[in-house]
């Protein structure tokens, strides 16, 4: 999952994808993820780790900016050297928009209802269960 396209010294790189598309792929001085065993800060030159997420909210720290917070779902998190890779449907808070978010959770519930239970119905479910997290923390 991570590559191994090294950050600069002292940072480590986050890159965060969801099956759709590469939603951050950034430097950092750290990240803090939403584990299922608990809250995880990543720091440069961490051991090799591999975490299950659970919904909540990925902090990527930047000193030189403003932090990023991502709202995410269950996922994956690996972490080789300084490389963060994530795998979650997420999206980043101040980019969501809750009109758009009820609109795109209507169609997948009607596409959903057309679907055998397998592979392809569980992914659309999985990416319809982001969308009720989304519109819960917003209060949407």
Do not use: H
Request: charged share 30%; with cysteine.
């Amino acid at each position: 999952m991570a590559e191994d396209l090294g950050p600069s010294a002292g940072k480590i790189r986050v890159k965060m994808t969801c099956p759709l598309a590469t939603i951050a792929d950034v430097e950092a001085d750290s990240v803090l993820i939403p584990a299922v065993r608990g809250d995880f800060l990543i720091m440069p030159r961490k051991a090799p780790m591999f975490y299950l997420l659970k919904e909540g909210e990925i902090i990527i720290r930047r000193k030189e900016q403003p932090d990023k917070i991502y709202w995410v779902s269950k996922g994956v998190c690996e972490v080789r050297r300084d490389i963060c890779a994530i795998m979650a449907w997420a999206e980043e808070k101040t980019s969501i928009r809750p009109d758009k978010i009820r609109a795109e959770l209507a169609r997948g519930e009607k596409v959903l209802a057309t679907l055998p239970v397998g592979k392809a119905s569980e992914a659309i479910q999985n990416r319809l269960d982001f969308y009720r997290f989304v519109l819960r923390k917003t209060g949407a």
